[in-house]
């Protein structure tokens, strides 16, 4: 079976990728669709990164054109609200889905479901829905007990590891700008 993995940033995708070729896929290749990172220079910070740890550990990965105007259209008037997560997971699982379907993909996935400061119920609703709407299968695994490792591999191997999800609403959180 053929997996499409949606990658949010390469130390995310060391654990993921040895756990599903473990499994019963044959074949994973990342797809690195993530407009909402801001700004550019973070986005190539995160692009050059996941070049590097999928050179490391030998799959290959799709990065489409960055296109952050698409997540800005997305999250219009959302900025202050707890949904801006959830339009910016479906805007990203929509088109890994999308894209999957189009290139003979059996299922897909997302590493954000390592992450434990990410909601785990919404993001398998999200792709749940999403699978549904485009006769897709998400195939789901709670990756959460391998974050840990997957920072330290990370760490071990020198790759950067930013310090917010990416967009600029959570980095003004996290910096609290005033």
């Known amino acids: 079976m053929k997996l499409l993995l949606h990658i949010c940033c390469g130390p995310c995708a060391l654990y993921p990728v040895k756990e599903l070729l473990s499994k019963k896929f044959d074949k994973i290749t990342g797809f690195f669709y993530n407009p909402n990172i801001h700004p550019p220079s973070e986005y190539k910070k995160r692009k050059d990164t996941l ?59 997302t590493t954000l479901l390592i992450s434990p400061y990410q909601d785990h119920e919404k993001i398998r609703e999200i792709g749940e829905k999403i699978a549904a709407e ?7 695994q709670d990756f959460r007990p391998y974050f840990k490792d997957a920072q330290e591999q990370a760490k071990k191997e020198n790759l950067y590891r930013q310090k917010y999800c990416g967009c600029v609403f959570s980095e003004l959180e996290r910096v609290k700008v005033t």
């Open 51 to 109: 070049s590097e740890a999928a050179s490391k550990t030998g799959f290959e990965v799709i990065m489409p054109p960055y296109k952050m105007e698409e997540y800005f259209r997305k999250v219009m008037s959302k900025e202050d609200s707890p949904e801006r997560c959830s339009f910016c997971w479906e805007l990203r699982l929509s088109e890994t889905a999308s894209y999957a379907k189009k290139n003979g993909f059996d299922a897909f996935t």
């Open 134 to 140: 485009n006769s897709a299968q998400f195939y789901y």
